[in-house]
């Protein structure tokens, strides 16, 4: 049988009449609607010729065995956010099922070819995303704070792992997944609103933006709204609104896509009788340049100490998270530029904002791309999550063409 990308429509479809509600996809990892998603997509794969295995981070592998050992693997996540879209991270898996079995089909190839799905790329659950992929990539440094994490119930990260049957201790043996990973393919919806309103239904990835995450405590005095003259006061809020501000300029300076969010801002005493004496304040950087992200983060910092100086303020600058910028493979990325041409007649090419599991298999050094499809009104992470049929069948189509290619480029070298 031929590629069916309708079918994938429809069995995305299925899945989330099976595993979401009126509030949209409930898929969240380590609990019992996931483990539904999960056996659900194993049944779309039963009776293709695949060794199936579950690795030790909890992720799940079909294995197509070609003539030679080296793997070009396709990845994507069935676990949503509560609430969540029909199509994030789903049509990954289920794309990629369609295409496993239409090379399958075709006898034996002349590599390896695998499908794997992640397992917990939202980390919505406990806050710690790509949990599988960081896993298998080795990247997990960070296995004493997971022990401590707990969600809303109290329940710790370790025991939901435990009755999903993985010992976070063992969860870096996924490390040996990637050993003979030579290409890795992952197709996603954009999530945001650039190929839309481009009018272009596919995009190639260039690689995930790097990211700086940082907590501003600006402190004043807390004063009385009344009495406080306005030239003696020293006042938190005005620093904060001031960077709040000035972001939007040095991300226009620094450019080429940077995007700079002050997200928060929390003032204490917070009441309407009184002077902030201080503003919390949350500021996220992102670029796909490693200096640019660097330039981000130096201008504010130094204008964050000019708005100090004017308020008669102090500034305390505490990180919280940050990432490199992760770049994807070139050759990758020209074939997929190539492959969304062939089915589409246009292609484009663009950074991804959000990160990936694809970012974590890069990190570990495997030639990666991604594919993004356009998402309507670019939204995501809601029930609102939507993308044309018709581009959702271009895109299974195009991954199809990408993955031959893949295949033929590793087999060649
Ligand atoms: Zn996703």
């Given at each position: 049988?031929?590629?069916?990308?309708?079918?994938?429509?429809?069995?995305?479809?299925?899945?989330?009449?099976?595993?979401?509600?009126?509030?949209?996809?409930?898929?969240?990892a380590?609990?019992?609607?996931?483990?539904?998603?999960?056996?659900?997509?194993?049944?779309?794969?039963?009776g293709?010729?695949?060794d199936?295995?579950?690795?030790?981070?909890?992720n799940?592998?079909?294995?197509?065995?070609?003539?030679?050992?080296?793997?070009?693997?396709?990845?994507?996540?069935?676990?949503?956010?509560?609430n969540?879209?029909?199509?994030?991270?789903?049509?990954?898996?289920?794309?990629?099922?369609?295409v496993?079995?239409?090379?399958?089909?075709q006898?034996?190839?002349?590599?390896?070819?695998?499908?794997?799905?992640?397992?917990?790329?939202?980390?919505?659950?406990?806050g710690?995303?790509?949990?599988?992929?960081?896993?298998?990539?080795?990247?997990?440094?960070?296995?004493?704070?997971?022990r401590?994490?707990?969600?809303?119930?109290?329940?710790?990260?370790?025991?939901a792992?435990?009755?999903?049957?993985?010992?976070?201790?063992?969860?870096?043996?996924?490390?040996?997944?990637?050993e003979?990973?030579?290409?890795?393919?992952?197709?996603?919806?954009?999530?945001?609103?650039?190929l839309?309103s481009?009018?272009?239904?596919?995009?190639?990835?260039?690689?995930?933006?790097?990211?700086?995450?940082?907590?501003?405590?600006?402190t004043g005095?807390?004063?009385?709204?009344?009495?406080?003259?306005?030239d003696?006061?020293?006042?938190?809020?005005?620093?904060?609104?001031?960077?709040?501000?000035?972001?939007?300029?040095?991300?226009?300076?620094?450019?080429?896509?940077?995007?700079?969010?002050?997200?928060?801002?929390?003032?204490?005493?917070?009441?309407?009788?009184?002077v902030v004496?201080?503003a919390e304040?949350?500021?996220?950087?992102?670029?796909?340049?490693?200096?640019?992200?660097?330039?981000?983060?130096?201008?504010?910092?130094?204008?964050?100490?000019?708005?100090?100086?004017?308020?008669?303020?102090?500034?305390?600058?505490?990180?919280?998270?940050?990432?490199?910028?992760?770049?994807?493979?070139?050759t990758?990325?020209?074939?997929?530029?190539?492959?969304c041409?062939?089915?589409?007649?246009?292609?484009?090419?663009?950074?991804s904002?959000?990160?990936?599991?694809?970012?974590?298999?890069?990190?570990?050094?495997?030639?990666t791309?991604?594919?993004?499809?356009q998402?309507?009104?670019?939204?995501?992470?809601t029930?609102?999550?939507?993308?044309?049929?018709?581009?959702?069948?271009?895109?299974?189509?195009?991954?199809?063409?990408?993955?031959?290619?893949?295949?033929?480029?590793?087999?060649?070298?």
């Amino acid at each position: 049988m031929a590629l069916d990308p309708a079918r994938v429509v429809s069995q995305l479809r299925e899945l989330q009449r099976l595993t979401g509600d009126e509030n949209g996809a409930q898929r969240v990892a380590w609990t019992d609607t996931w483990n539904t998603a999960r056996a659900w997509l194993a049944g779309l794969l039963d009776g293709v010729p695949l060794d199936v295995e579950r690795d030790e981070a909890g992720n799940d592998w079909w294995t197509l065995r070609g003539a030679s050992d080296r793997a070009v693997l396709i990845g994507g996540h069935i676990d949503s956010v509560p609430n969540g879209g029909w199509l994030d991270g789903s049509l990954n898996v289920v794309a990629g099922a369609e295409v496993l079995r239409r090379i399958a089909e075709q006898g034996t190839p002349p590599l390896t070819v695998r499908l794997v799905n992640w397992a917990d790329e939202e980390g919505a659950r406990f806050g710690r995303s790509l949990f599988g992929s960081s896993a298998a990539a080795g990247s997990m440094a960070d296995q004493d704070e997971l022990r401590e994490l707990r969600d809303h119930d109290g329940i710790s990260l370790p025991e939901a792992l435990a009755a999903n049957g993985v010992d976070l201790d063992r969860a870096l043996e996924a490390r040996r997944q990637l050993e003979s990973a030579a290409a890795y393919l992952e197709l996603h919806i954009e999530q945001g609103p650039v190929l839309e309103s481009m009018g272009i239904p596919l995009g190639a990835v260039l690689g995930t933006y790097g990211v700086e995450r940082w907590r501003i405590t600006w402190t004043g005095q807390a004063a009385h709204a009344g009495s406080t003259p306005m030239d003696r006061r020293r006042d938190a809020l005005a620093g904060a609104a001031k960077l709040a501000l000035e972001i939007r300029d040095i991300a226009a300076r620094v450019g080429n896509g940077a995007v700079c969010t002050s997200g928060s801002v929390v003032c204490r005493p917070g009441i309407v009788t009184s002077v902030v004496e201080t503003a919390e304040q949350l500021l996220d950087q992102r670029h796909l340049d490693a200096a640019s992200l660097a330039e981000l983060l130096r201008q504010a910092q130094e204008a964050s100490g000019r708005f100090a100086a004017e308020e008669d303020i102090e500034v305390a600058w505490e990180r919280i998270w940050n990432i490199e910028p992760i770049l994807f493979d070139e050759t990758l990325i020209g074939f997929c530029d190539d492959a969304c041409r062939e089915v589409a007649g246009v292609s484009h090419r663009l950074p991804s904002g959000p990160l990936h599991d694809a970012a974590e298999v890069a990190r570990a050094g495997v030639p990666t791309v991604m594919m993004f499809v356009q998402s309507l009104r670019g939204l995501s992470h809601t029930k609102l999550e939507d993308t044309k049929e018709e581009h959702l069948e271009l895109c299974v189509a195009a991954l199809d063409r990408l993955a031959d290619k893949a295949i033929a480029w590793v087999a060649g070298r």
